[in-house]
T-cell receptor, first 112, second 109 residues
Framework: DAGITQSPRHKVTETGTPVTLRCHQTENHRYMYWYRQDPGHGLRLIHYSYGVKDTDKGEVSDGYSVSRSKTEDFLLTLESATSSQTSVYFCAISEEGSTEAFFGQGTRLTVV | GENVEQHPSTLSVQEGDSAVIKCTYSDSASNYFPWYKQELGKRPQLIID?????GEKKDQRIAVTLNKTAKHFSLHITETQPEDSAVYFCAARSGKLTFGTGTRLTIIP
């Protein structure tokens, strides 16, 4: 498996609290992505990064922010968690161009 | 931005028969089209991919075809086996990687 680790793996949090998920890679890949997976919606892109401090929005970015201060770490922050953000979150990494994307193990987030 | 549509959302086939999943994309700049398989409770994993300069690619029982003019690509699984049961995702890449909504494939023994 590619060197990609997500933390935490599971989290339960209360509505209105901030939450940060971490994605760490040891592959030195340029691209990093955050997706959420919900039944019937597949994998929807939240934000992605194409280099240190270079990020862009995906299709479901409202309520989320990201930061990438080092090549190996990509942080996803839910500024004020809502129940609609209960989901499984996957991080993925890839090199530039037509190359495989590798996924982390996923983080199951429950907002109560 | 890129939009990827995937059909069908569910598919059941008898063991030994073939399965076909189809996807369309909207961004003509997309040049890489991977297919992922996700088993229950696990992360998606790449099973096959195709680049825009190729029309077809085969790997044992799995094949993918690409029609750039029509902006669609398909996954073909032949001689299906119970272990092929999973959710399959297509994706298209133009910078960022955009996924379809997935197909739940069930192989009936």
């Amino acid at each position: 498996d590619a060197g990609i680790t997500q933390s935490p793996r599971h989290k339960v949090t209360e509505t209105g609290t901030p939450v940060t998920l971490r994605c760490h890679q040891t592959e030195n890949h340029r691209y990093m992505y955050w997706y959420r997976q919900d039944p019937g919606h597949g994998l929807r892109l939240i934000h992605y990064s194409y280099g240190v401090k270079d990020t862009d929005k995906g299709e479901v970015s409202d309520g989320y922010s990201v930061s990438r201060s080092k090549t190996e770490d990509f942080l996803l922050t839910l500024e004020s968690a809502t129940s609609s953000q209960t989901s499984v979150y996957f991080c993925a990494i890839s090199e530039e161009g037509s190359t495989e994307a590798f996924f982390g193990q996923g983080t199951r987030l429950t907002v109560v | 931005g890129e939009n990827v549509e995937q059909h069908p959302s569910t598919l059941s086939v008898q063991e030994g028969d073939s399965a076909v999943i189809k996807c369309t994309y909207s961004d003509s700049a997309s040049n890489y089209f991977p297919w992922y398989k996700q088993e229950l409770g696990k992360r998606p994993q790449l099973i096959i991919d195709i680049r825009s300069n190729v029309g077809e690619k085969k790997d044992q029982r799995i094949a993918v075809t690409l029609n750039k003019t029509a902006k669609h690509f398909s996954l073909h699984i032949t001689e299906t086996q119970p272990e092929d049961s999973a959710v399959y995702f297509c994706a298209a890449r133009s910078g960022k990687l955009t996924f379809g909504t997935g197909t739940r494939l069930t192989i009936i023994p």
